[in-house]
């Protein structure tokens, strides 16, 4: 009897081991993060762009971007000391808690986007830009 217990058990950490296995999780570009980022601040996301800088003070914030002439988002390093400097120019895969923050825009682009006289309303003058509080990272190497 112990022997038929002892082999479901085996089989049902073996099942369950390969169920958890098949879970995909949904790796956003940064274009898709500017798009749904709302819906997703606060969630741990996977984000993977194109690593254009890295932070000259010991590399602890990486910036990725999707496109050429797209959005950017910052990445911290809070579970690990930093990016790897061989993230820049690569394409770098984070994952961590998504985060927002609204920054002002300069006072002379919020005043040409109203008329003459009309004083540029808050709404105007501050833009979201997205980050994320990354608790490790990839970099992806092109396929050869």
């Given at each position: 009897?112990?022997?038929i217990l002892?082999?479901?058990?085996?089989a049902?950490?073996?099942?369950?081991?390969?169920?958890?296995?098949?879970?995909?999780?949904?790796v956003?570009?940064?274009d898709?993060?500017?798009?749904?980022g709302?819906?997703?601040?606060?969630?741990?996301?996977?984000?993977?762009?194109?690593c254009?800088?890295?932070?000259?003070?010991?590399?602890?914030?990486?910036?990725?971007?999707s496109?050429?002439?797209g959005?950017?988002?910052?990445?911290?390093?809070?579970?690990?000391?930093?990016?790897?400097?061989?993230?820049?120019?690569?394409?770098?895969?984070?994952r961590g808690?998504?985060?927002?923050?609204?920054?002002?825009?300069?006072?002379?682009?919020?005043?040409?986007?109203?008329?003459?006289?009309?004083?540029?309303?808050?709404?105007?003058s501050?833009?979201?830009?997205?980050y994320?509080?990354?608790?490790?990272?990839?970099?992806i190497?092109?396929e050869k």
């Amino acid at each position: 009897m112990k022997k038929i217990l002892f082999i479901v058990a085996v089989a049902l950490v073996a099942l369950t081991a390969c169920q958890k296995g098949q879970v995909k999780e949904t790796v956003y570009s940064v274009d898709e993060v500017f798009v749904q980022g709302d819906s997703l601040v606060g969630d741990t996301i996977s984000v993977e762009g194109m690593c254009l800088h890295l932070c000259k003070h010991g590399g602890r914030k990486a910036f990725l971007r999707s496109s050429d002439q797209g959005e950017f988002i910052r990445a911290n390093a809070v579970a690990f000391e930093s990016f790897a400097p061989e993230c820049v120019n690569n394409k770098v895969r984070v994952r961590g808690v998504l985060r927002a923050m609204e920054v002002p825009v300069e006072v002379k682009e919020a005043e040409e986007s109203h008329e003459e006289g009309e004083e540029a309303c808050s709404v105007c003058s501050t833009v979201k830009k997205f980050y994320i509080d990354a608790d490790s990272y990839q970099i992806i190497l092109p396929e050869k």
